[in-house]
């Protein structure tokens, strides 16, 4: 009998979740919850590469948990899990190890961007994409939703799977496909640049009203006259509407940009209800979840207990192939 498309994704506790975040990994990944069997983690085994408080730690793996169930996932449609809650993905990282090029890591980008921004360069942060192929390939995984940052870790993860299949039989593990959502893939920041943490304009998903409007209110723009038309092409203001407004009130903005007549405060007035009212239900959600500290909990437990059973298939597949076993 063949088994439904599984789909995996995973999303680092490195802090408070934004809504590049939510567009980029955690939108796509809900709405694959009905197109196969969905895998999706907390990797937090990925975070201790720039994070060296293990209280921040645990907490930011609860948060996104919880943020996580609040934007939708459905633990009865997915599994989900702490990454570390399933040490075959170390066994399996090791053997990939042993026929992964240095020089296909030292053509990863993400490794010398984080380095040149100070962190610290570890094995473990050079080795991160094997790591990222170890949870990808461990659950047989067909589909892998992505943001164009992390394109390039795929493409190492599919190396890395040929290169075993050809060293030790066809079949050995699954070759992957991404899932790049062109038109969200990238979100733009408050300042106009791609919306990172690293670069202190992101906006979060979730927290008080009046300080997240706020940040909205602080968007840079120039100095057109209120009754002048304003430039549509690189308006940050324009950007993130599109994200939450309907197509029809999108429109009009972009109308009202090119006839004048309406200021920037107007603008980002509008752009911060329709943000505020877009996360409106996840919000109440988010509430229900935070009141029952012990459903995470059980979610999670459940959730690596369904994981280890597949994992421990795939790992037992490639101990033979390779003569573990």
């Not at 461990?138 to 943001?147: A, H, M, R």
């Not at 899932?179 to 008080?208: C, W």
């Not at 405060?265 to 209800?273: E, M, N, V």
Request: charged share 25%; with cysteine; proline share 6%.
């Amino acid at each position: 009998m063949l088994r439904r498309m599984r789909i995996l994704t995973g999303l680092q506790p490195s802090g408070k979740l934004h809504i590049g975040n939510y567009f980029g990994a955690m939108e796509p990944a809900v709405r694959l919850q009905d197109e196969g069997e969905a895998f999706y983690f907390i990797a937090d085994y990925h975070a201790m590469t720039s994070m060296r408080d293990p209280v921040g730690l645990r907490e930011n793996v609860r948060e996104l948990a919880i943020d996580f169930l609040a934007c939708g996932l459905d633990p009865a449609r997915a599994v989900f899990f702490r990454q570390s809650a399933v040490p075959e993905v170390n066994e399996l990282a090791w053997i990939l190890s042993t026929v992964c090029p240095v020089s296909l890591l030292e053509k990863c980008h993400s490794y010398k961007d984080k380095v040149a921004k100070g962190i610290a360069a570890t094995h473990g942060l050079f080795a991160y994409p094997v790591l990222m192929a170890a949870d990808i390939l461990l659950y047989d995984s067909n589909q892998v939703p992505v943001g164009k940052d992390q394109k390039q870790h795929l493409e190492v993860t599919r190396d890395i799977a040929v290169k075993l299949n050809e060293a030790f039989g066809e079949g050995t593990v699954v070759l992957p496909d991404p899932i790049i959502r062109d038109d969200t893939a990238v979100v733009i920041g408050l300042d106009g640049q791609k919306m990172s943490k690293s670069y202190h304009n992101t906006l979060p998903i979730f927290g008080e009203e009046k300080p997240l409007k706020k940040l909205l209110m602080k968007i840079p723009t120039d100095s057109t006259p209120v009754e002048a038309p304003k430039p549509t092409a690189g308006s940050t203001i324009l950007a993130l509407y599109k994200l939450f407004a309907s197509p029809a009130d999108y429109a009009l903005m972009v109308a009202d940009h090119e006839r004048g007549g309406v200021g920037y405060g107007d603008f980002k007035k509008r752009l911060a209800d329709a943000y505020w009212d877009f996360f409106a239900a996840m919000r109440a959600r988010r509430a229900e979840i935070t009141a029952d500290p012990g459903y995470v909990d059980a979610v999670l437990t459940q959730g690596a207990a369904r994981a280890r059973e597949e994992a421990a298939k795939v790992l037992a597949r490639v101990r033979r192939a390779v003569g573990l076993t």
